[in-house]
T-cell receptor, first 115, second 114 residues
Framework: GAVVSQHPSRVICKSGTSVKIECRSLDFQATTMFWYRQFPKQSLMLMATSNEGSKATYEQGVEKDKFLINHASLTLSTLTVTSAHPEDSSFYIC???????????FGNGTRLTVT | GENVEQHPSTLSVQEGDSAVIKCTYSDSASNYFPWYKQELGKRPQLIIDIRSNVGEKKDQRIAVTLNKTAKHFSLHITETQPEDSAVYFCAASNPNTGFQKLVFGTGTRLLVSP
């Protein structure tokens, strides 16, 4: 089945630094990937839709200049949290489906801690 | 936009009992309703989904029912086992915003006691 890999699984960084998270579709091509954020004991909130070869579409309230998304190939999307602050600490998860009508499969998630 | 509500937020059952989790959605155009299971610190995993052209779908101990008129859908787990303990999320999407653009419910923490 469709496998989505995410790296790193855990990262700790200092306030003000940037962190890049990678999301890869291992056995399929994904023209669209989705980035979610999940705070402890809360639901998954969609941050943005990553589109291969074009700009990402951000959800209302998500700062595009802070959460940079690049989807340069059909198997890789990256999320860069720029100038991270402690309030950015969260669980970030990507997802993709192997076709536009197939269910989503999620990556392992990245737990970001900003000190 | 779509709004998905989920109840209960926590559910404790004894092993062997049934568990039912309910969700309601607001957008009548939504037509795809997956359920995900998430264990602590891990990725959500799809356990079952249903599309609006059917009213019920079953996979072994798991079933989902959909009432389009009332705009609600439910997850039923029979003969629960301790390994069923996890957080369960319902979600909805509609073709107008994108089949894969899911709006999630708030989650239900299921605890199955031996």
């Amino acid at each position: 089945g469709a496998v989505v890999s995410q790296h790193p699984s855990r990262v700790i960084c200092k306030s003000g630094t940037s962190v890049k998270i990678e999301c890869r579709s291992l056995d399929f091509q994904a023209t669209t990937m989705f980035w979610y954020r999940q705070f402890p004991k809360q639901s998954l909130m969609l941050m943005a839709t990553s589109n291969e070869g074009s700009k990402a579409t951000y959800e209302q309230g998500v700062e595009k200049d802070k959460f940079l998304i690049n989807h340069a190939s059909l198997t890789l999307s990256t999320l860069t949290v720029t100038s991270a602050h402690p309030e950015d600490s969260s669980f970030y998860i990507c997802s993709a489906g192997d076709t536009s009508n197939s269910p989503l499969h999620f990556g392992n998630g990245t737990r970001l801690t900003v000190t | 936009g779509e709004n998905v509500e989920q109840h209960p937020s926590t559910l404790s059952v004894q092993e062997g009992d049934s568990a039912v989790i309910k969700c309601t959605y607001s957008d009548s155009a939504s037509n795809y309703f997956p359920w995900y299971k998430q264990e602590l610190g891990k990725r959500p995993q799809l356990i079952i989904d249903i599309r609006s052209n059917v009213g019920e779908k079953k996979d072994q101990r798991i079933a989902v029912t959909l009432n389009k008129t009332a705009k609600h859908f439910s997850l039923h787990i029979t003969e629960t086992q301790p390994e069923d303990s996890a957080v369960y999320f319902c979600a909805a999407s509609n073709p107008n915003t994108g089949f894969q653009k899911l709006v999630f419910g708030t989650g239900t923490r299921l605890l199955v006691s031996p």
